[in-house]
């Protein structure tokens, strides 16, 4: 059973930095994209940033410059450092890890970031 156990969501004023971790555990294979998405009340979950098991990271045009990914010391690991954060920021915040060997999709139980304008 692949686990996604989040860290660091809260509460931050506008224009301030908040960084998320996220640690999975269990059966992954060697081979993993891994990333970050975000939902907004009565809305879908969208992407927000990934990062390839090579490395390629990808960005929402909308936390480009201001939200950094990066991949973890520790195996299965992923960070999200945000920066300049702005009141649409506010949301539930997902990791996810793609096993590129099964290729099934694995969720964290969200944290919760907000900011306060």
């Known amino acids: 059973q692949v686990q996604l156990v989040e860290s660091g969501g809260g509460l931050v004023q506008a224009g301030g930095s908040l960084g998320l971790s996220c640690a999975a555990s269990g059966i992954i294979f060697s081979l993993n994209n891994m990333g970050w998405y975000r939902q907004y009340p009565g809305k879908q979950r969208e992407v927000v940033a990934t990062v390839t098991s090579g490395g390629h990271e990808y960005y929402a045009d909308s936390v480009k410059g201001r939200f950094t990914i990066s991949r973890g010391n520790a195996k299965n690991t992923v960070n999200l450092q945000m920066s300049s954060l702005k009141s649409e920021d506010t949301a539930v915040y997902y990791c996810?890890?793609?096993?590129?060997?099964?290729?099934?999709?694995?969720w964290g139980q969200g944290t919760q970031v907000t900011v306060s304008s």
């Open positions: 996810w890890l793609q096993d590129l060997k099964s290729e099934l999709d694995y």
